[in-house]
T-cell receptor
Framework: EDKVVQSPLSLVVHEGDTVTLNCSYE??????LLWYKQEKKAPTFLFML????IEKKSGRLSSILDKKELSSILNITATQTGDSAIYLC????????????FGDGTTLTVKP | NAGVTQTPKFQVLKTGQSMTLQCAQD?????MSWYRQDPGMGLRLIHY???????DQGEVPNGYNVSRSTTEDFPLRLLSAAPSQTSVYFC????????????FGSGTQLSVL
């Protein structure tokens, strides 16, 4: 059965801290791994990773995929209260439909 | 740009009632999907569609029906609501093909009493 597992499930840090969120997967027909941020309502896209070892960066956020270890990490440096959210990892399948399976998410709380 | 529009935002049903959650997108996306999100959990795929007239089941399809008569619309029908269907429902769409991200609607909070 295809599985996407995120850890930790929740995390509380203080502003300025650096955090690392983990996503591991066991899927057949891997195509890509995506990270989304969910604040109050709908998830919004952060990164898409398809090749191993290539780091994607956007400001204080960065992510990297390790296809050998079947995992990805999302790093957030110098955290701010606005980073408080649920971070979702999704794996997309290499089929015609390209449907996605999501992990349970990591709830990040950043305290002032 | 409207993007993905879901209605209603909130709904309360009694056990056994039926209803339809509406989803429309104006981006000409081939792929559309419905997810449910329960507290402390990620998104679980209910049904998806890769184009008008084509639908398929996801991980948790029981109790739900879908149809796709146009590219724009992908309604989700609850046939006979049960308390276990209390959840937040998200519709999402994207272009078919490689390296395409999902665009989500704002969600429907459904309570079944």
């Amino acid at each position: 059965e295809d599985k996407v597992v995120q850890s930790p499930l929740s995390l509380v840090v203080h502003e300025g801290d650096t955090v690392t969120l983990n996503c591991s997967y066991e899927v057949t027909n891997f195509r890509s791994l995506l990270w989304y941020k969910q604040e109050k309502k709908a998830p919004t896209f952060l990164f898409m990773l398809t090749s191993s070892g290539i780091e994607k960066k956007s400001g204080r956020l960065s992510s990297i995929l390790d296809k050998k270890e079947l995992s990805s990490i999302l790093n957030i440096t110098a955290t701010q209260t606005g980073d408080s959210a649920i971070y979702l990892c999704a794996v997309e399948f290499n089929t015609n439909a390209g449907k996605s399976t999501f992990g349970d998410g990591t709830t990040l709380t950043v305290k002032p | 740009n409207a993007g993905v529009t879901q209605t209603p935002k909130f709904q309360v049903l009694k056990t056994g009632q039926s209803m339809t959650l509406q989803c429309a997108q104006d981006m000409n996306h081939e792929y559309m999907s419905w997810y449910r999100q329960d507290p402390g959990m990620g998104l679980r795929l209910i049904h998806y569609s890769v184009g008008a007239g084509i639908t398929d089941q996801g991980e948790v399809p029981n109790g739900y029906n879908v149809s796709r008569s146009t590219t724009e619309d992908f309604p989700l029908r609850l046939l006979s609501a049960a308390p276990s269907q209390t959840s937040v429902y998200f519709c999402a769409s994207r272009r078919q093909g490689l390296r395409e991200k999902l665009f989500f609607g704002s969600g429907t909070q459904l309570s079944v009493l």
